[in-house]
Nanobody, 124 residues
């Protein structure tokens, strides 16, 4: 059974940084595109970032460009989200997701597997 386990969330002051990790098991990680999504209270889950098979192609939602960086280590079956210059509006539960396919995608329905989420709270 495929498992995605996120870690690294927490409470941070505005302007601070956090690094999220997502460890995958029971899937051939290197042929899965990985994505990060987030869901704030009362809002729909939204795309944050995605990375292709090899890590050579990435995509970001406009609100995080220049502040967040997605990366992956296929040898460790892990995808990361480095979040810098955090803002109060980044507060949400962050989810890792996996889809089979070589290109990054921002649509939720493209992703077959999801983690349980990790809370990120940014205090202003």
């Amino acid at each position: 059974q495929v498992q995605l386990v996120e870690s690294g969330g927490g409470l941070v002051q505005a302007g601070g940084s956090l690094r999220l990790s997502c460890a995958a098991s029971e899937l051939t990680f290197s042929i899965y595109t990985m994505g990060w999504f987030r869901q704030a209270p009362g809002k729909e889950r939204e795309f944050v970032a995605s990375i292709s098979w090899t890590g050579g192609d990435t995509g970001y939602t406009d609100s995080v460009k220049g502040r967040f960086t997605i990366s992956r280590d296929n040898a460790k079956n892990t995808v990361y989200l480095q979040m810098n210059s955090l803002k109060a509006e980044d507060t949400a539960v962050y989810y890792c997701a996996a889809r089979s396919g070589r290109r990054w995608k921002e649509e939720k329905y493209e992703y077959a597997y999801w983690g349980q989420g990790t809370q990120v709270t940014v205090s202003s």
